[in-house]
């Protein structure tokens, strides 16, 4: 793609009398002054390592692996403190998109937006023709520079009307929703405030394990109430190397915990969290303040396994984490459409209210 895209354009650009060397095989080429220019694909990021960047230009950047930026060419750069460009259409509310954001907040980074039309490479009848042809959200993407929803979200409606800086510590009990994963211990922090849930702060430490993250909360809330709704799988998973539960654990340390003794249906959580987010009558009770970044880019990106008959959530992308420790709070704290009855038969009988 590298030499598709750039390989002959990049030869016109560099004047002969300043290049030494022309390697069509390598993309590369050898300047008068020592310098090197060089075309390389990024889909295998460890392919990338053991170089020095003076400078670098990642092209269509939104499709390029997150790894491939930070563990790879970020780190390239930094011994010679070289700059970045990153050019690209968006691909939806990725790791580029979070990457966007934190660049308008940043004195040493520029952000720049250009539509189609203002690029001016393509005729204005030929956008209207897309216009036509295209649904709006692909549209939006492609010749707006919009960065747009993914198709197949879990949580569709969840926008920026949920997410608020008055989502606030009420001062009574904190809640905590708690999903447990060896790779990272995932949660949300938050206070019930009428029929609302208000989360403001999130829980993402890295190979951690339930009693790290239990002092960790000790720590930082002293002497106040903690109720843990935590998966219900932890009634009898072990993760301490004394054989203790999880839950056992979390109650050692003091809190609460909530929790079924059956897990809860993967549709009663979704429809519980989707029913927060936004009803039918178009009202809001889930309010996420903006420091919750990975509860927020959970509930936007998180996405339906392709190919799976059934509503299933795709785990590998990593992103279910947070949604699914959030998932746990609102069905033990503030289930409002409380459609079945946990356990091993599923009954499925009506709430009264």
């Not at 072990?238 to 340390?253: F, M, N, V």
């Not at 990975?294 to 984490?321: C, M, Q």
């Amino acid at each position: 793609m590298a030499k598709q895209i750039a390989w002959r354009q990049l030869k016109v650009m560099v004047p002969q009398a300043i290049c030494v060397k022309r390697n069509e095989s390598d993309l590369s080429l050898e300047l008068t002054n020592g310098s090197i220019i060089a075309l390389r694909g990024a889909e295998n990021p460890d392919a990338l390592r053991g170089v020095s960047l003076s400078s670098l230009v990642v092209d269509e950047a939104a499709y390029v692996k997150q790894e491939a930026w930070e563990m790879v060419l970020r780190p390239a750069l930094s011994d010679q403190g070289g700059p970045a460009w990153f050019i690209t259409t968006p691909a939806g509310l990725n790791w580029f998109h979070d990457l966007w954001e934190q660049a308008q907040e940043q004195t040493d980074w520029s952000t720049f937006s250009f539509t189609t039309i203002e690029g001016g490479n393509v005729p204005a009848e030929e956008i209207e023709a897309a216009k036509r042809t295209l649904d709006e959200r692909t549209f939006r993407q492609e010749y707006l520079a919009s960065f747009e929803t993914l198709s197949g979200r879990v949580f569709p409606e969840f926008d920026q009307d949920n997410i608020t800086d008055s989502a606030a510590d009420s001062g009574g009990p904190i809640l905590v929703g708690l999903d447990f994963n060896v790779s990272i211990m995932a949660g949300s922090i938050a206070s019930k405030i009428g029929d609302t849930l208000h989360v403001w702060d999130e829980i993402a430490i890295k190979n951690s394990n339930t009693d790290e993250v239990c002092a960790w909360l000790k720590g930082k809330f002293p002497r106040r109430e903690i109720i843990v709704y935590p998966d219900p799988t932890g009634a009898a998973r072990k993760t301490s190397a004394a054989g203790k539960t999880d839950h056992g654990i979390i109650r050692q340390h003091g809190f609460r915990v909530v929790a079924p003794r059956s897990p809860w249906a993967i549709k009663d959580r979704l429809n519980a969290t989707n029913w927060l987010i936004k009803n039918m009558e178009g009202e809001r009770r889930l309010m996420v303040h903006p420091r919750c970044k990975n509860v927020i880019k959970s509930l936007r990106n998180l996405t339906y396994k392709e190919g799976v008959d059934d509503f299933v959530p795709d785990k590998d992308s990593g992103l279910d984490h947070h949604a699914d420790g959030l998932g746990y709070m609102i069905l033990s704290a503030l289930n409002l459409v409380k459609p079945w009855q946990v356990g091993a038969g599923k009954s499925r009988q009506a709430q009264v209210w």
